[in-house]
């Protein structure tokens, strides 16, 4: 009997494919794949010493597969979650302290966001020199510049201006 053998068939174990964390916010029920996404948005690229596990495409009884992000010693901002909401609409946040999670709660998908994302059209009165804060409409499937009306759908994450 080997004592690393796998679990192929619990269904409550999936947790502990990533590491618990002390203090800081674990994202859960992002969808699968948006990982990077979710940490371009906390503006986390690893410079700096930021300590970080991912689950990326772990099997989840409420999605066929989700990733997780776990990052030690920092707790969201609501500006923060209101992005994150965009590209990961079902996301739970998990506020951790002590190894203990002492808030949690699904984001919540704001009407409007301003001033996080920056409008692709370079014709926009946002992108000129005149300072005039970015505000998009959040729609059902993407997310409308409230000035030029110029709609993203896909890509949400790379305009992001934080
Ligand atoms: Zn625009």
Redesign the pocket.
Known sequence: MSDDHDHHDGNDDHELRVSKIRDGTVIDHVRGGQALNVLAILGIDGTNGEEVSVGMNVPSNRFARKDIVKVEGRELSQDEVDVLSLIAPDATINIVRDYDVVEKHRVERPDVVEGVLS?P?AG????GDEPVT?RFSVLEDGVR??????IVRDEIASLIDT
């Open positions: 409008c059209n926009c009165i946002t992108t970015s510049c409230s000035y030029c009306e110029t």
